[in-house]
């Protein structure tokens, strides 16, 4: 009726009690027994079942993680301004290998004239020989149409070095080489070698804060790194002997929520091989809302 019941072994117990017969319940006398019949032994406990045997744990899924940010700023009255930012960036972790993309549009107007339209896309790989020491690859391409760069590719190559690695801190330190192909105004299309080193920081305030840093300088060693395109005017052939770039970025990132976060982020870069000098200089801080996936 119960179905079958099982006891623990250390749980069971068996319990003494008088052998009455039911006829003696009903007053009927009870049954003769056999001199030679041997007393009923006890029920044997139930046997303690096996365990199953645990199920090995899958390692953990590596996939990509991300964020897509949006900046938007739009002024009128006494001056006409519009600025508009669009970043992605996305990142993968797979044992000793570590991949990196990033992308980034800036368009800006003011008073109707076109103040920033530049796009960059870029694309790194960090492969760790130990626990402080990695090879790195970084693949860019850039487009900008204010400072007429119609074409500029970056190929580099390098070492790093982790100089802190904790919860809180994370900082490297490397040094390498670029090869460099730019097509822009007032130079002639080519290849260049340039050296470049490199910094990065971060660190994570608490579960919501985190600030990050990074630092590059490229620079060639050749006095005549540029040629100058034969069709500019001989007045303007000066400055142009030396091909050296520096780069300063950091951020403030406030999440929100676990997918929402606030971004405030300063960005600085000075490019001496652009021809024209007030357009080598470019700094901008932003605003924006972004979408962690």
Do not use: C
């Not at 045997?53 to 006409?80: D, H, N, Y």
């Not at 802190?164 to 007032?186: F, M, P």
């Not at 676990?258 to 200089?281: H, P, Q, V």
Request: glycine share 6%.
């Amino acid at each position: 009726m119960f179905g079958d019941f099982v006891v623990d072994e250390a749980d069971a117990a068996v319990i003494d009690s008088p052998d009455t017969p039911v006829e003696s319940l009903t007053g009927l006398p009870p049954p003769q027994t056999s001199k030679n019949a041997k007393p009923r032994a006890p029920a044997k406990p139930a046997k303690q079942l096996a365990e199953a045997p645990a199920l090995p744990v899958p390692p953990p899924e590596t996939r990509w993680k991300g964020k897509i940010e949006f900046g938007f700023l739009s002024q009128s009255g006494r001056s006409e301004v519009l600025n508009n930012s669009l970043r992605f960036e996305a990142e993968l972790k797979d044992g000793v290998d570590n991949y990196r993309a990033v992308a980034r549009y800036l368009y800006g107007e003011s008073n109707g004239k076109v103040s920033s339209d530049r796009r960059d896309v870029s694309y790194r790989w960090r492969h760790d020989i130990s626990k402080k020491v990695f090879a790195q690859s970084l693949s860019s391409y850039a487009r900008d149409a204010v400072t007429n760069i119609n074409l500029n590719l970056e190929q580099n190559g390098s070492m790093g070095y982790q100089i802190l690695q904790s919860e809180q801190h994370k900082a490297t330190v490397g040094a390498g080489v670029t090869l460099q192909y730019r097509d822009a105004e007032g130079i002639e299309p080519g290849v260049n070698f340039l050296g470049e080193i490199f910094q990065d920081y971060a660190y994570k305030i608490n579960g919501r804060l985190t600030v990050t840093q990074a630092f590059s300088a490229l620079y060639s060693p050749n006095d005549r790194a540029r040629s100058i395109n034969s069709n500019i005017a001989a007045s303007k052939l000066t400055d142009q002997l030396e091909n050296y770039r520096v780069r300063f970025n950091s951020s403030l990132q406030g999440k929100m929520s676990e997918r929402i976060s606030l971004n405030l982020r300063y960005e600085y870069e000075y490019d001496n091989a652009i021809f024209d000098k007030e357009s080598r200089t470019d700094q901008r801080i932003t605003s924006s809302i972004g979408y962690a996936f």
